[in-house]
């Protein structure tokens, strides 16, 4: 049961669609399932680097045969008001004038490799359905006034002056999401999506002082402590995610548009960011000092002594003088 036909990836090569869907779902373990979502425009996913291939929605099971994954994202990255691929579609939708399917998944814990403030990405899922309007209204019923004004806009034909109010309605709504995340809030988590958030908000920042390109920032943030295998002592975490990194070497290089030289800096970053003070290099270096500037979360505040850039070095005596 394939569905299969060829796009053109960003490497210029040729590239089967690898997405193979199945007539009977996975078995996953209740403990380990966890409900995605995504959309398709109608048919199939409008983003032509990832899974552009028609959508069965006769099958039950779906999985990806190349480095690419099936992406999705949870209600927990809508929580936190950074899912562009949930807001996507309603932004689009009246733009482009088209309505859209979107689909509840369930996938194995295990079967994900990356994750990040916006999406999760795996290897396999199994298909649960298409949701109706209502139904995803009561799933995120913070967002309800955009849904309803979409749904007036949409079954009006998209007339400006529908399109109008559903835009003022998704506009207000991404501003709501903007504040979700306050700080007090984000104090409950130690190593989950909000930590990335923090590290990669603090490597942007440090690398914009230190006049450095900040493209490896972003996949250290959410996967240097993506293979904990708890919040306290594991010493080995920072191995793990470098082996994880060059396992889906390819789709992280995709992702991120890194080049082979910073692959290698991420995965030395990602090695070392436990028990190196400093490395010789100042992406690195970065890196350490955006994890280390979160330490606050934990109670700890930062030496400036063990800091691994002069930028970090003097935030870190900032977080001091202010107690911590
Ligand atoms: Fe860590
Ligand atoms: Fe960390």
């Not at 009977?24 to 380990?32: L, T, Y």
């Not at 309803?148 to 003022?168: E, G, L, P």
């Not at 240097?224 to 191995?239: A, I, K, S």
């Not at 063990?306 to 070095?313: E, F, H």
Request: aromatic residues 12%; proline residues 4%.
């Amino acid at each position: 049961m394939q569905n299969r036909f060829e796009y053109d990836d960003p490497y210029n090569n040729r590239v089967e669609n690898p997405l193979e869907f199945f007539a009977e779902p996975f078995e996953i373990k209740p403990e380990n399932r966890l409900t995605v979502y995504r959309y398709n425009n109608d048919q199939h996913t409008p983003f032509v680097h990832v899974n552009q291939s028609k959508w069965n929605y006769e099958a039950k099971a779906v999985r990806s045969n190349s480095h690419l994954g099936v992406y999705g994202f949870t209600n927990e990255q809508v929580r936190l008001g950074r899912c562009d691929y949930f807001f996507n579609p309603f932004s689009d939708g009246l733009n482009c004038r088209f309505s859209f399917q979107f689909l509840q998944l369930e996938v194995d814990k295990n079967n994900i490799f990356h994750t990040d403030d916006m999406e999760v990405v795996f290897t396999e899922a199994n298909f649960i359905k298409v949701l109706t309007l209502p139904e995803l209204k009561a799933i995120f019923p913070q967002y309800e006034a955009m849904i309803v004004a979409y749904c007036i806009a949409a079954s009006n034909n998209f007339q400006d002056q529908f399109m109008d109010k559903a835009h003022r309605e998704y506009e207000a709504a991404r501003r709501m999401a903007g504040i979700v995340p306050s700080m007090h809030n984000e104090n409950n988590e130690i190593h989950g999506i909000t930590h990335g958030i923090r590290v990669e908000r603090n490597g942007n920042a440090i690398c914009q002082m230190l006049g450095i390109d900040s493209r490896v920032i972003r996949p250290f943030a959410y996967f240097h402590d993506f293979c904990r295998e708890n919040d306290g002592h594991d010493p080995e975490h920072g191995l793990r995610a470098a082996k994880h990194i060059e396992k889906h070497y390819d789709f992280v290089k995709y992702h991120f548009s890194l080049s082979d030289t910073e692959m290698k800096l991420l995965m030395f970053a990602c090695e070392n960011h436990t028990d190196m003070i400093r490395s010789d290099f100042e992406i690195v270096n970065a890196c350490f000092d955006a994890d280390r500037l979160d330490l606050p979360r934990v109670g700890t505040t930062p030496d400036p002594n063990y800091m691994a850039t002069t930028i970090g070095g003097l935030y870190a005596m900032a977080l001091q003088r202010q107690g911590g």
